[in-house]
């Protein structure tokens, strides 16, 4: 029962980081019908903003807030004006052909620029071990838990609650309706793109302590951010937090109770599942397609 | 097609039958290696190109057509039945792999198909009592034929050239068969060719088998060339390169696949001169390529062409601009 807490509580905090990844996945797929193949690296990417800024003699603290300042302006303002913004009259395939290749760029980039072997990355916290329930959790797992929580919390209030995310909402939810209605939709774009470099940068500096910060990274995130999405419903937010959460525990669980060489399998076979008996997600509205 | 296009062909199938004879064997290894590719593209372009139906899966059928020829030849099957063996069970595997098809479009059919790819990378590096595990498997035949011995490079480009020139035949011809045309139909309006009493449940599941076929041929040439074979070879990142060179090449044109796995063989040997960034420069190319010329190289020569010859019409004087604006 102690390890299976213990299981529980670290497969919450991944799925808490994958939950994030996918939220802003989901987020580009509605406003701009961009499936974006570089989300993982997106994720990649900031750890090594932070830390050249790190070289550079900065503080911590102020690291992760350049890191996620130049987050802002590479992963979300740069790659919807050269990336996305030329591709999006081609229609979803071609832009899913750049997006793979824009994973490849950044990937390579970082290997030839930075470094090809891991990096360590600061902690938020010093590691030590709380005991709930007799199980041993270590204090960097309730962090991660709190701090994406906390984000998903407040990115909720920010959608829910304000003005601006209703308008980015109406944006998701119809264009052409909101521009009649006079949102500022194009803005509003600009807006989610912002929003999910913010969020990858979140989950960045949350996962890159635990995996170390290496160039090959993006490839499991990208592909759980995926996952996620789809097995939660790709037009919910709150299903891509659902999914996120549902893949972290299956990630940990399985590898523990089930099979640690086929752990990566099991969640493809749920996806498969979902997408077969229930393509628009456990949450998800069906999309009403035209002709 | 016009005599412009046919006289480039008749050109480029010259060269391909000189080529071998002025390279030295590294050379010939990567005209053998276009070959394969070529035959996988074309595979791809069928189920992409002209269904319409996004894959992500053709690495997995190489790789699958791979260890299916590589595990029959040494447990002593003789070469011609495991080469068909390939063929068939990719295209059973496929036939299987069409059925999400049926029910999901475009992006939830690519992680499906992502899916499938991770999942078979899985297991031929987990199931090692089959596959070997990352050790792979070595030392993979090359065949014979009535005496004549593919074990030397330019006998086995030759094999290969041979294999593609009869699969693209084949091909060219099932795409000017009332089959070709269902395919085109599927990409372009499946509604209608369901209204017009197509069978399009039947054709969707066809164009994954027989593209996901080719990948199981491209992966048995695949095997006996490089004569080494492991599983890290078809994890996604082969999908993605397939892919790759059905969009640069041009998808859905009959001669993209050739294009695009000649500049997805011969780029990264131009670029040595770059040394590591090879990548980073390809990864660029391409990114710049897509919004200037989505529909890639071979789209990209014949609308050029299209203009120019156009150009030379003198334009019909009623639909000059100047007169019909107001």
């Given at each position: 029962m102690a390890s299976f807490i213990q299981l529980l509580v670290s497969g919450l905090a991944t799925g808490a980081i994958y939950a994030l990844i996918a939220v802003g996945f989901t987020l580009l797929w509605q406003t701009s019908q961009t499936i974006n193949f570089a989300q993982g690296e997106f994720v990649?990417?900031?750890?090594?903003?932070?830390?050249?800024?790190?070289?550079?003699?900065?503080p911590f603290w102020l690291s992760c807030l350049i890191g996620i300042a130049v987050s802002i302006v590479v992963l979300g303002i740069a790659f919807k004006y050269i990336i996305v913004d030329?591709?999006?009259?081609?229609?979803?395939?071609?832009?899913?052909?750049?997006?793979?290749?824009?994973?490849?760029?950044?990937?390579?980039?970082?290997?030839?620029?930075?470094?090809?072997?891991?990096?360590?990355?600061?902690?938020?916290?010093?590691?030590?071990?709380?005991?709930?329930?007799?199980?041993?959790?270590s204090?960097?797992?309730?962090?991660?838990?709190?701090?994406?929580?906390?984000?998903?919390?407040?990115?909720?209030?920010?959608?829910?609650?304000?003005?601006?995310?209703?308008?980015?909402?109406?944006?998701?939810?119809?264009?052409?309706?909101?521009?009649?209605?006079?949102?500022?939709?194009?803005?509003?774009?600009?807006?989610?793109?912002?929003?999910?470099?913010?969020?990858?940068?979140?989950?960045?500096?949350?996962?890159?302590?635990?995996?170390?910060?290496?160039?090959?990274?993006?490839?499991?995130?990208?592909?759980?951010?995926?996952?996620?999405?789809?097995?939660?419903?790709?037009?919910?937010?709150?299903?891509?937090?659902?999914?996120?959460?549902?893949?972290?525990?299956?990630?940990?669980?399985?590898?523990?109770?089930?099979?640690?060489?086929?752990?990566?399998?099991?969640?493809?076979?749920?996806?498969?599942?979902?997408?077969?008996?229930?393509?628009?997600?456990?949450l998800g509205r069906v999309e009403e397609r035209t002709v | 097609?016009?005599?412009?296009?046919?006289?480039?062909?008749?050109?480029?199938?010259?060269?391909?039958?000189?080529?071998?004879?002025?390279?030295?064997?590294?050379?010939?290894?990567?005209?053998?290696?276009?070959?394969?590719?070529?035959?996988?593209?074309?595979?791809?372009?069928?189920?992409?190109?002209?269904?319409?139906?996004?894959?992500?899966?053709?690495?997995?059928?190489?790789?699958?057509?791979?260890?299916?020829?590589?595990?029959?030849?040494?447990?002593?099957?003789?070469?011609p039945i495991a080469f068909a063996a390939s063929g068939i069970l990719c295209f059973i595997i496929g036939w299987g792999l069409g059925y999400p098809a049926l029910r999901v479009q475009h992006h939830y059919l690519a992680f499906v198909t992502l899916a499938f790819t991770t999942i078979v990378f899985l297991l031929l590096r987990n199931e090692e009592w089959l596959t070997g595990g990352i050790y792979g498997v070595n030392a993979i035949a090359r065949p014979v034929f009535f005496g004549w011995s593919t074990g030397k490079a330019m006998d086995y480009?030759?094999?290969?050239?041979?294999?593609?020139?009869?699969?693209?035949?084949?091909?060219?011809?099932?795409?000017?068969?009332?089959?070709?045309?269902?395919?085109?139909?599927?990409?372009?309006?499946?509604?209608?060719?369901?209204?017009?009493?197509?069978?399009t449940r039947r054709y969707t599941l066809m164009a994954f088998a027989i593209g996901s076929s080719l990948g199981g041929f491209a992966g048995a040439l695949f095997a006996s060339l490089v004569q080494f074979i492991e599983p890290a070879s078809f994890a996604l990142n082969r999908s993605f390169d397939l892919l790759l060179m059905v969009i640069v090449?041009?998808?859905?044109?009959?001669?993209?696949?050739?294009?695009?796995?000649?500049?997805?063989?011969l780029l990264p040997e131009w670029m040595r001169v770059t040394e590591g960034y090879y990548l980073i420069i390809y990864a660029a190319l391409i990114m710049v390529m897509m919004p200037l010329a989505p529909y890639g190289i071979v789209g990209l020569i014949e609308r050029g062409y299209k203009a120019l010859t156009v150009k030379r019409k003198p334009p019909a004087p009623m639909l000059t601009p100047e007169r019909t604006a107001p």
């Open positions: 990649m990417l900031p750890a090594f903003f932070i830390l050249i800024a790190m070289n550079y003699g900065a030329p591709m999006l009259k081609h229609g979803v395939l071609p832009l899913v052909i750049s997006s793979i290749a824009l994973a490849l760029f950044l990937k390579e980039a970082v290997k030839d620029f930075y470094s090809s072997q891991a990096q360590p990355f600061p902690v938020l916290v010093e590691a030590s071990d709380v005991h709930i329930f007799g199980a041993v959790i204090s960097q797992s309730l962090v991660v838990l709190a701090v994406a929580i906390a984000t998903v919390i407040g990115m909720t209030f920010l959608l829910n609650r304000t003005r601006l995310g209703r308008m980015m909402q109406a944006t998701a939810q119809n264009p052409t309706l909101a521009r009649i209605l006079g949102v500022p939709v194009r803005r509003m774009v600009l807006y989610t793109f912002l929003l999910n470099a913010v969020l990858c940068a979140i989950a960045s500096i949350l996962i890159s302590p635990i995996y170390l910060a290496k160039f090959t990274n993006g490839e499991t995130l990208g592909m759980a951010a995926f996952l996620a999405a789809i097995i939660g419903g790709f037009n919910q937010v709150r299903g891509a937090i659902l999914g996120g959460v549902i893949l972290g525990i299956l990630d940990n669980l399985s590898a523990a109770y089930l099979s640690s060489q086929y752990r990566a399998a099991f969640p493809l076979i749920i996806l498969i599942i979902v997408i077969l008996v229930r393509p628009q997600g456990l | 097609m016009n005599r412009a296009a046919t006289i480039s062909i008749a050109f480029a199938a010259a060269g391909a039958v000189i080529a071998p004879f002025m390279l030295k064997p590294f050379g010939i290894f990567l005209i053998s290696m276009w070959a394969v590719l070529t035959i996988a593209a074309i595979g791809l372009n069928l189920t992409l190109g002209y269904a319409g139906q996004v894959s992500m899966a053709q690495g997995a059928f190489v790789g699958i057509g791979a260890y299916t020829l590589a595990l029959l030849t040494q447990a002593g099957v003789p070469y480009y030759f094999f290969c050239l041979g294999v593609l020139t009869v699969i693209a035949f084949a091909v060219w011809w099932m795409l000017r068969s009332p089959w070709g045309r269902a395919f085109v139909a599927l990409r372009e309006n499946p509604v209608r060719a369901l209204s017009l009493g197509l069978d090449g041009g998808s859905g044109y009959f001669m993209g696949p050739f294009v695009g796995a000649l500049v997805a063989v």
